[in-house]
């Protein structure tokens, strides 16, 4: 099973600024298979990205991916006040296929 | 797409609940669904898929042997069938809707809370 680490744990900013969130899997992600999905309180995740750098549909550009391997970053080019939230890479497969990991979780912070 | 949820509460250590996810807007039977959790102030853990027909299925090891995932395609509902329960089950349960022929998740549900609680 593959481990996701995401880094740092958490993060604190000013709107305005650019956010880089780490993702770091135990070993090579197949096919790229890594996804980026958001998390505002009380609500489900949404997907962002997909394939390591495709943006979901209705996703903003300021939202980007990229990475290959075992090293990925999620890049938020200008934050907006609704982009606080927490932030969770995951690597997937095919489905079904056997359990797929999520990393831990960046909580992404207003300063 | 909507998926929604249903069947979750408080429920003693050692006891049983069924939870059901009820979709619509999309053909459901051409589709795996997935199970994801979230305790209390956590991540997200996955728990559980079932093919398309049913025929095959996959559990995370914490619940392997306690949880059993099924569906009814004619209802277009999931279910996950939870037994042997644990205070570490108390979480959010979301029905998971996956797309592309991969375990990449699209559409979720609200969500359903389990207590496992004396």
């Given amino acids: 099973e593959i481990v996701l680490t995401q880094s740092p744990g958490s993060l604190s900013l000013s709107p305005g600024?650019?956010?880089a969130l780490s993702c770091r899997a135990s070993q090579?992600?197949?096919?790229?298979?890594?996804?980026?999905?958001?998390?505002?309180?009380?609500?489900?995740?949404?997907?962002?990205?997909?394939?390591?750098?495709?943006?979901?549909?209705g996703i903003p550009d300021r939202f980007s991916g990229s990475g290959s391997g075992t090293d990925f970053t999620l890049t938020i080019s200008r934050l907006e006040p609704e982009d606080f939230a927490v932030y969770y890479c995951q690597q997937y497969g095919p489905s079904p296929g056997g359990v797929y990991t999520f990393g831990q979780g960046t909580k992404l912070e207003i300063k | 797409v909507h998926l929604v949820e249903s069947g979750g509460g408080l429920v003693q250590p050692g006891g049983s609940l069924r939870l059901s996810c009820s979709a619509s807007g999309f053909t459901f039977d051409t589709h795996a669904m997935h199970w994801v959790?979230?305790?209390?102030?956590?991540?997200?853990?996955?728990?559980?898929?079932?093919s398309k027909d049913g025929g095959s299925t996959y559990y995370a090891d914490s619940v392997k042997g306690r949880f059993t995932i099924s569906r009814d395609n004619s209802r277009n509902t999931l279910y996950l069938?939870?037994?042997?329960?644990?205070?570490?089950?108390?979480?959010?349960?979301?029905?998971?809707?996956?797309?592309?022929?991969?375990?990449?998740?699209?559409?979720?549900?609200?969500?359903?809370?389990?207590?496992?609680?004396?």
């Fill in chain 1, 17 to 19: 600024e650019r956010a």
């Fill in chain 1, 28 to 57: 090579s992600v197949s096919s790229n298979y890594l996804a980026w999905y958001q998390q505002k309180p009380g609500q489900a995740p949404r997907l962002l990205i997909y394939g390591a750098s495709s943006r979901a549909t």
């Fill in chain 2, 37 to 50: 959790r979230q305790a209390p102030g956590k991540g997200l853990q996955y728990v559980s898929v079932i």
């Fill in chain 2, 81 to 118: 069938q939870m037994s042997s329960l644990r205070a570490e089950d108390t979480a959010v349960y979301y029905c998971v809707k996956d797309c592309m022929g991969v375990t990449l998740f699209d559409y979720w549900g609200q969500g359903s809370l389990v207590t496992v609680s004396s």
